[in-house]
């Protein structure tokens, strides 16, 4: 998406007229945030492509068809991932300050 997205950029065009940067820009300089959920299947691979500070876990409890309440244990248990992943908190400082 991101690939796209860089692809798609015309400073001032009529599609875009106020985006000054690249969105692989924007994203480097720690301003885009997505969020995961527990059971996404591709999960370590948008890590290991796009790094670890972005990703924001997800959960919407208690809906059904979401795999509330196991969501923390799902992401802790997937062996793929890098232990120091911080999408289950410390991103979410970054984003939302406040919660510091």
Same mark, same amino acid.
């Given at each position: 998406?991101?690939?796209?997205?860089?692809?798609?950029f015309?400073?001032?065009?009529?599609?875009?007229?106020?985006l000054?940067?690249?969105?692989?820009?924007?994203?480097?300089?720690?301003?885009i945030?997505?969020?995961?959920?527990?059971?996404?299947e591709?999960?370590?691979?948008?890590i290991?492509?796009?790094?670890?500070d972005i990703?924001?876990?997800?959960?919407?409890?208690?809906?059904? %068809?979401?795999p509330?309440?196991? %969501?923390v244990?799902?992401?802790? @248990?997937?062996? @793929?991932?890098p232990e120091?992943?911080?999408l289950l %908190?410390?991103?979410?400082k970054?984003?939302l300050?406040?919660?510091?």
């Open positions: 998406m991101v690939e796209q997205l860089d692809g798609a015309h400073p001032g065009s009529a599609a875009t007229p106020n000054r940067r690249r969105t692989s820009e924007i994203l480097a300089a720690g301003q945030f997505c969020s995961v959920e527990a059971d996404e591709y999960i370590e691979h948008a290991e492509a796009l790094g670890e990703w924001l876990f997800s959960t919407d409890c208690p809906h059904s %068809g979401t509330w309440p196991d %969501g244990a799902m992401i802790t @248990e997937r062996s @793929e991932l120091s992943a911080k %908190g410390e991103n979410a970054q984003f300050p406040r919660l510091a």
